[in-house]
């Protein structure tokens, strides 16, 4: 995936926020229109700065690749960037910085994404090039080559060579989920993308890269209209092409927990990711799932740093994640996922009965008004701050647009948010994060391992 994007000045990512009449709810502006070739075109008008995000998102990800092209959605994220006919490599990157921009991608389970941020006098030259590696890229030997080796790279960088190897949100996956869409590497196998041909690479553009396949979300110093328009002229004339079915990854919650043991020659502490499947997008039980995951494990005023981290003084530290994704970004089987360091005297399942300690604690105490309250404003606070920066609005909104089939989302979360009761808590708790429901690595340096291997349950 392309690197993180950073040094973005202020006035490039954002302005203030411009509230609506009602009390200080932001109802942010949504504009949708669908183009003759199936392009859906999302427009969000806030002229608070000259400035306009742009965001792409595709609906391929590595759980909708086919088998036998493990990393393909990933490699085409970097292939994107190789140029065309009409802009060789390294055109796109030079336009856009040189317009004082910035841009970038990332592969996730049911998406690719690719977002730029640049002056609004910068946007038809980016809404140009966007529509021109629609059309085609510049397939060849050498650039396919290329980035095969970059992308192996990468695994080797982020995975291979690192310690712990993404256990958290890669292997955790591999473990709990049944189907092969969702538990197969979507880095992909050196085997696979080896094995790629250009030809196999020009099938998958045509198959996944057309219009109809595709969310263009413009925020910023743009109306509706011109959004509408431009969007028109740079891409109305993109032919539809036909997709391919979306495979079958739906798979209930599971019902026998699973414990695995890992060897990791680079660690210098053991780790452990304790995971549970998420309720559906769109589920009832989602924003209450939201709230809940917050309340866990987001900061240090958590019940589960607090516990573990403050009061135990087992763990070292304490994180949480949705997949690759975010608790409202997914549209198939989702993982909630704890991760934490842990001490070298202490063990995994003293780490899961204190998390089980403190779930039991709200299954059966539930949530007071206080804390509740303040859980839902940091959640609250958490996601218009991310609406804020214009590519990431873009971004959210085509997202939104992609995988619920309304960007109008965006104005129902909060609502959704505020609705959640401690009721709601209280339910999700006794529904999801339940051992049946458990996946669990136990990540252990291999000098540690080897100390007490006897004493650890092997994997099932």
Known sequence: MKSLLAGVLPWLLAAAPAFASEGDRWEIPVAVKKLDNGLTVVVSEDRSSPVVGVSVVYGIGMRLEPRNRTGFAHLFEHLMFEGSENAPEGTFDRVITGGGGR????????????????????????????????????FNPA??????????????????????????????????????????????????????????????????????????????????EEGFALAQKYFGDIPARPVPPAPDFSEGLNTREKHVVQADKLAQVPAVAIAWKMPGRGSPDQPAMAVLGALLANGDASRLYQGLVKGRELALNVDSLYGLTSEWEYNGPTLYTVFALYKPDTDAHAIVRAVDEEIARIVSEGVDDATLARTRTALLADWYNGMEPFISRADTLAKLQLLWGDAGVANRIPDWIEAVTSADVQRAARTYLVAPNRTVIDRVPEALLAARRDDVPQAE
């Open 143 to 224: 650039t396919l080559k290329n980035q095969q080796d970059v992308v192996k790279e990468e695994i080797r960088v982020n995975v291979q060579n690192q310690p712990y190897g993404g256990f958290m949100w890669l292997d955790i996956g591999f473990e709990a989920f049944e189907k092969w869409e969702n538990n197969h590497d979507g880095y992909g196998s050196f085997e696979d993308l080896e094995a790629a041909t250009l030809d196999d690479v020009r099938a998958f553009h045509r198959d996944y890269y057309g219009p109809n396949n595709a969310v263009l979300a413009l925020a910023g110093d743009i109306s509706p």
């Open 103 to 138: 841009n970038n991608g990332s592969t996730r389970p049911d998406f690719t994404n690719y977002i730029e941020v640049a002056p609004s006098s910068a946007l038809e030259p980016i809404l140009w090039l966007e529509a021109d590696r629609m059309r085609m890229l510049d």
